[in-house]
């Protein structure tokens, strides 16, 4: 999951309902790869789920169908993972 790289180059509308979250405070804390399983469970449709390891490197591209779960050096998230 987390070597997928996003092939965006606009922004792609993903399709999901209004009580999907689009981030997910309560993960901060949580390894990253358990993190991953929780998304790709709460929603499964979506195309790529990345785990950026330090030193966070961003592309400033938006995809609605991605989730980028930010981790520390203990691969704890440390920002709250977010669609986009």
Known sequence: MDNEK???????QYKHDENSPKTWPELIG???DEAAKLIKAEMPNLQIIQIIHPPWALTQDLCSDRVRILVDDFNRVSMPPSIG
Not at 6 to 12: A, K, L
Request: charged letters at 10%.
């Open 30 to 32: 949580v390894l990253g």
């Open 6 to 12: 996003c092939q965006c180059s606009n922004f792609r």
